[in-house]
């Protein structure tokens, strides 16, 4: 068992979870998400354990990826976990359905197998 944990292992534990995250809020409305409160938390979790491992990246590989939005991916971590009732529900739901595949898109070309 390989416990190297890389740029490599980072960037494949942050592809899971942006894919769990497309697979799971494929065809569900904003008012569904919002009422679902298993689905909701799972999602807000999953934007938790992304920005928390987008830390664990080396600063090497995130300077060399200046079009990863870091800033918004740290920023909203930081209003889930420290603002959870005053989080706008529209805003991470828009993040979830518009900017979740475009960021699979982008760490899906990092991934060295």
Same mark, same amino acid.
């Given at each position: ?6 740029? %490599?292992? *980072? ?27 298993? !689905?909701?938390?799972?999602m ?9 491992? %987008?830390?664990?990246l080396?600063?090497? *590989? ?17 209003? !889930? ?33």
């Amino acid at each position: 068992m390989n416990n190297l944990k890389n740029d %490599t292992y *980072y960037i494949e534990k942050i592809l899971t979870d942006l894919k769990f995250i497309s697979k799971h809020i494929s065809n569900v409305s904003k008012d569904e998400f919002e009422q679902n409160e298993v !689905l909701l938390d799972s999602m807000l979790f999953r934007l938790i354990q992304i920005s928390e491992n %987008t830390k664990r990246l080396s600063d090497e *590989y995130k300077l060399s990826r200046n079009d990863i939005p870091w800033r918004d991916i740290s920023g909203l971590r930081n209003r !889930l976990v420290h603002d959870y009732g005053g989080v706008d529900l529209k805003i991470v739901y828009s993040t979830l359905v518009d900017d979740v595949p475009l960021l699979i898109n982008l760490f899906e070309n990092e991934v060295m197998v």
